[in-house]
Structures are given as structure tokens and as C-alpha cells.
């Protein structure tokens, strides 16, 4: 069964950058489609990003274009999300999950077509 674990979650300013990861373990995830997803306080979980498992095809949410941008190292099974120009709305714990599917080669936004889901690592970004 594949594990996820995410890090490089902290504490920043406005407008810094960061870089996540996450690592799986456990089996591979070669051929999966890989997704972001975060869940701010009091707020329902919400995609963020997903790539396709050939890393050709990208998806992100509307609210992160431009400044998020996924990518992944299949041979190393490892997916990361690198952060730029953060806002405090970005404050969030953020997951990584593996499963999805692709329509017309575009990745899934919809969390419940993933499989696999890290413990999270939580973003705050201050103002």
C-alpha cells in the first residue's frame, strides 16, 4: 500500500515562496495521478494542483494559477509543489494524494477519485 508523506511546510510572509514535497513509500506511484489539495480552518478541503503520471498534463485551481506550480520526479516517487508569491489566503494544511484519473488527459480535480493521502503539513502565511 503506498504511503505519502508531505514536508517544507512552515511559516512565511507574504509574497515568500516554499517548496513542498512529497515522498511516497511503499509501493509506487509511477502510475498514478498525483494531486494537492488543502483544507484552511473551519473550511472544507479544496483542490490546489494535480499532474498527470507522465507529468505531461497539469491542473491547477483557478485561485493558485500563476503562482503554483507542480511537478514530480516519478523515478524518485516523489511530487512537489513549488509556491511563489504567497498570499495569507494560501494558509492552509496542505495534502498530497495519489489515485485520481485524468479526463481527456487533463488530471482530476475531484478528491474523492484519490486514493492514497499524506498526514499534511501545514502553510501559514502572515500578512
Known amino acids: 500500500q503506498v504511503q505519502l508523506a508531505e514536508s517544507g511546510g512552515g511559516l512565511v510572509q507574504a509574497g515568500d515562496s516554499l517548496r513542498l514535497s512529497c515522498a511516497a513509500s511503499?509501493?509506487?506511484?509511477?502510475?498514478?495521478?498525483m494531486g494537492w489539495f488543502r483544507q484552511a480552518p473551519g473550511k472544507e478541503r479544496e483542490f490546489v494542483a494535480a499532474?498527470?503520471?507522465?507529468?505531461?498534463?497539469?491542473n491547477y485551481a483557478d485561485s493558485v494559477k500563476g503562482r503554483l506550480t507542480i511537478s514530480r520526479d516519478t523515478a524518485k516517487g516523489q511530487v512537489f509543489l513549488q509556491m511563489n508569491s504567497l498570499k495569507p489566503e494560501d494558509t492552509a494544511v496542505y495534502y498530497c494524494?495519489?489515485?485520481?484519473?485524468?479526463?481527456?488527459?487533463?488530471?482530476?480535480?475531484?478528491?474523492?477519485?484519490?486514493?492514497?493521502w499524506g498526514q499534511g503539513t501545514q502553510v501559514t502565511v502572515s500578512s
Open positions: 494524494a495519489a489515485g485520481g484519473r485524468t479526463y481527456s488527459g487533463v488530471p482530476s480535480k475531484s478528491d474523492s477519485e484519490y486514493y492514497y
Open positions: 511503499g509501493g509506487t506511484i509511477s502510475n498514478y495521478v
Open positions: 499532474i498527470s503520471w507522465s507529468g505531461r498534463n497539469t
